[in-house]
Structure formats: C-alpha cells, structure tokens
C-alpha cells in the first residue's frame, strides 16, 4: 500500500490532536443536551470510533450509509440511500459525522432527507473538507482540517474500497486513480 502514495499528509497523532479538539468542541456546543452522532457509511467509521471517544458528554449514535454514481475518485452527484438510520430522530440534535466534504452532493442529499423528518437541529462533523472543489453550498459546522485538491486515502477513506486500514493520511499516486 505504502508504494501507491506520495507523501504522508496527516500522521496517525496529528489526527488523534485533530479528532480531541473536535470532540471537546461538541462536548461544550451541546452540554445539556444528547446529540445523535450519524455516521455515514463506511468513510467515517475509524473518526467515528475515535471521536464518539472525545465526546465527554451523553450521545447516541446511528449509522447511514449512501452511495453515488460516478468515476471511482468523484460523485457523480446522483445518490441513493443504501441503509437508513435505526431510529426516529423528530426533535434530536444531530451531527452528521463525515469523512471528507468534496463537492457537496452527498451531504446536501442527506441533510435534505434528514430535514424532513423534523430534527431539532442538523449539523456536520466533517473530518476533511475540501472547499475548492464544492458544487453545491454545504457548511460544515465542525471541520478538522482543510485539503487541496488531491486524493487521500487512510484512516477509513478509501480508493476503490483499499486504504482504509491506513492508520494515517497519505496523499495517493495520480497514476493510481488516473489509471
Ligand atoms: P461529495 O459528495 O463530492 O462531497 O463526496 C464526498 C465523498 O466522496 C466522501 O464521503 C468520500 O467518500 C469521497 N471522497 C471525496 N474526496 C475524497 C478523497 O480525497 N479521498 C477519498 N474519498 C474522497
Ligand atoms: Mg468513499
């Protein structure tokens, strides 16, 4: 795996110092009350595990997975609910737990169907943000840290389904995704 990247962007510790300072910020934001944190399949499941950890105070968590059609490293923009949350969420706070906002589709997808069903509120925990890219205005109200425009993989982000189990964040080779 290591031979397919260019360069490690985020180690394994600045990520934990990233994921700390996310969760302290949440525990503050919503003392008082019980957020759900919704992950969404399966990009955000290793920050999910992590920063469901930093949140000091009482929360639940759902799971929501989605898909969308396009090349392999972009949204196509057409996406489709592939597992809905378990429970009812009329009058919850919650926080939609990403791995990376790119061009927006996704989220704004899944913010107008959670909408719909009358949460007290909608926030995004966004691990990655990608704002050169964005198509579709979506605001992440928690973001770790701002990318350029380049593919990265580790810690659950994936090409092709690979590189998730990357404990870090690397920058993979343009040759891999441009074939
Ligand atoms: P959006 O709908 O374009 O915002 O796409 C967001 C989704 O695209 C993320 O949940 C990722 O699955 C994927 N994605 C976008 N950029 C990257 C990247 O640099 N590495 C891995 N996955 C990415
Ligand atoms: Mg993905």
Known sequence: MLKDLETVYYSAEQLQEIVQGLGR?????YA??????????????VFMA????AVTIPCEIDFMAVSSYGSKAETSGVV???KDLDRKIEGRHLII??????SGMTLSY???????????????CTLFDKPAR???????AYAG??????????????????????????VLKREIYNG
């Open 80 to 82: 489709k609910l592939e």
């Open 50 to 53: 992590d920063l469901m950890r």
């Open 110 to 124: 899944i913010i107008q169907l959670l909408e719909a069903r009358h949460p007290a509120s909608v926030r995004i």
């Open 134 to 140: 964005r198509q579709v205005p979506v605001h992440a």
């Open 145 to 170: 840290a701002e990318v350029p425009d380049e593919f990265i993989v580790g810690y659950g982000l994936d090409y092709n389904e690979q590189y998730r189990n990357l404990p870090f964040i690397g």
């Open 32 to 45: 008082g009350k019980t957020p759900i944190l919704v992950s969404i399949l399966k990009g955000s499941v």
């Open 97 to 102: 737990v990403e791995d990376i906002l790119d």
């Open 25 to 29: 910020r949440i525990s503050e934001d």
